[in-house]
């Protein structure tokens, strides 16, 4: 599985060379020379482009690697001017009618050019058909037909073809979930109506908003922060037991609105500061994540009704991520250990010391994550969070829709991404801290991203002694700073993997500084 989020960064890259195989979603091409519109070159890309836009998330083409992600340095250098944006775009716009939008980059790795294509889905949510005939000239002049009018492709597995029946179901998911949402529309536009005149209503009315599931983000967030101000308890309480309830359904799609829903629930609370009721919400995830039970610890790859669990821990997961990067935006420390310290014992000897390592672990045994079936290689774990929270305005109450980066176009002060590093780095230094009751160690996968989008998690832990106690309420400074080196150099280690962008305490004078004081 990877995380088709439409990013084209060099971490991206990194992440998606570190899966070492293609998917659905991933395809690897040695080299490609598209100088030439009618070459079989430049037909077959526009081919795999086209198949895979056809996909409901759209998915990457790499050129330049191998089928196992290693730069292909016994093949044809790339020509990076022809992997521009716009050209890769127009080479496609002459053979079909439909929009098909590309987003490329080139990066240098190892010193070899590679080829960053992120193909996003049809707009229209509806599959494109070829329009025009793709012929080229085989040996001896004789014409090649690539592709027909008419034709329509689609990626399974890692190859393409024509449509069939069976593809239709897949295809038009999102084309119903758009028409759905429009049906929605009117309803919601009428249910915010209701609550913002109930929030209008004159002082000491007490007006009491309708809150249920199902309702849109923006419609609940305004619900929920009337409920608070009208001081509905019984009603958010009530919300949070029928959230709860759903987000244990085995239905993949009920059960993570109603995650989302209780994390909203969650979000909005810490946001106004209501502590108990944030607590309750982080209560209520970890009994659906008790409720799961739990994998068959044993086992390196989960097949079945084990991988259909560790699907669902890793929905819950995801949320507590969305949380913990919230809390750390609003600077809420004291609510992280209440996150990060729920250990899982899956063995009499052998126990995790959080559940944000274990359900990504199970995840990745399930082959949601990664591809060496223990650790989510190449960060995907962050990159699922960040394409979760972006896309939900509820689960990010503190910014609007109009500040969140374009994932196209991600930079070093991405206030989301670096949000979701940064408190992966703070629960991994919190569960290290009690790494002395717990077997399994805590495992950075912010260090897949460059190290400066967790800095701010490290130099807080070891120069603002403020956070440190609300975060680490039970342990001393030489703990956590015993905790801090270790997961410092797990990190440095881990990163070397990807494009090694860490250079641990060295970065900062204070960090270290913090270290040696306390003998580490």
């Not at 599985?1 to 070492?20: C, N, P, S």
């Not at 990457?60 to 340095?73: L, S």
Request: glycine share 6%; with cysteine; aromatic share 6%.
């Amino acid at each position: 599985m990877i995380v088709v989020d439409g990013r084209v960064d060099e971490e991206k890259l990194h992440e998606l060379l570190a899966t070492g195989t293609e998917t659905t979603h991933l395809d690897f091409k040695a080299t490609l020379d598209l100088s030439s519109g009618k070459s079989k070159d430049a037909l077959d890309f526009v081919k795999d482009a086209v198949a895979m836009g056809n996909l409901p998330e759209g998915g990457y083409i790499v050129v330049g690697v191998h089928d196992d992600g290693r730069p292909a340095k016994d093949m044809a250098a790339i020509r990076a001017a022809e992997f521009d944006s716009a050209k890769l775009r127009q080479k496609i716009a002459g053979f079909v009618e439909a929009p098909v939008n590309i987003i490329s980059r080139v990066h240098v790795v190892d010193d070899w050019a590679i080829a960053l294509v992120y193909v996003q889905p049809n707009p229209d949510a509806l599959p494109v058909p070829f329009l025009k005939i793709g012929q080229y000239a085989g040996e001896g002049r004789e014409m090649k037909t690539v592709f027909s009018p008419g034709e329509v492709y689609v990626r399974e597995g890692t190859s393409n073809v024509l449509l069939r029946y069976g593809h239709w179901a897949q295809l038009l998911d999102r084309y119903r979930e758009r028409v759905k949402a429009e049906a929605r529309r009117d309803i919601d536009e009428l249910v915010s109506r209701l609550v913002e005149s109930m929030s209008d209503a004159p002082s000491g009315a007490a007006p009491v908003p309708p809150l249920a599931l199902g309702m849109d983000h923006a419609t609940l967030t305004t619900a929920l922060e009337a409920a608070f101000d009208a001081g509905a308890s019984s009603r958010i309480r009530r919300l949070i037991i029928e959230a709860h309830e759903a987000a244990a359904s085995p239905q993949e799609q009920v059960r993570r609105q109603a995650l989302d829903e209780l994390t909203m629930v969650g979000a909005v609370a810490m946001l106004h500061d209501h502590d108990d009721v944030l607590e309750q919400v982080v209560d209520a995830l970890w009994t659906v994540y008790e409720q799961v039970g739990l994998p068959d610890g044993y086992a390196v790859q989960l097949q079945g009704h084990d991988a259909a669990r560790a699907a669902h821990l890793l929905d819950v997961i995801l949320r507590v991520m969305a949380l913990g990067a919230l809390a750390v935006r609003l600077q809420r420390w004291r609510h992280l250990p209440r996150m990060a310290d729920r250990p899982v014992r899956t063995a009499p000897h052998y126990a995790f010391a959080s559940w944000l390592r274990h359900g990504p672990v199970m995840a990745a045994r399930a082959g949601l994550l990664g591809s060496d079936g223990d650790s989510a290689k190449g960060g995907q774990l962050i990159s699922l969070t960040r394409s979760l929270v972006s896309a939900s305005p509820g689960l990010r109450p503190d910014r609007p829709s109009s500040d969140v980066p374009a994932a196209d176009a991600l930079a070093p002060d991405d206030w989301l991404l670096n949000s979701i590093c940064a408190f992966d780095l703070w629960w991994c230094v919190i569960a290290e801290a009690l790494s002395a009751e717990y077997e399994a160690p805590s495992y950075p996968y912010c260090a897949a991203f460059n190290q400066s989008r967790a800095q701010s998690a490290i130099d807080r832990i070891a120069t603002d002694d403020g956070a440190r106690r609300a975060a680490f309420p039970e342990a001393s400074d030489e703990e956590v700073s015993a905790a801090l080196a270790r997961v410092l150099v797990m990190a440095e280690q881990q990163s070397a993997q990807f494009g090694g962008w860490w250079d641990g305490r060295s970065a900062n004078v204070a960090v270290d500084a913090f270290l040696r004081r306390h003998g580490h």
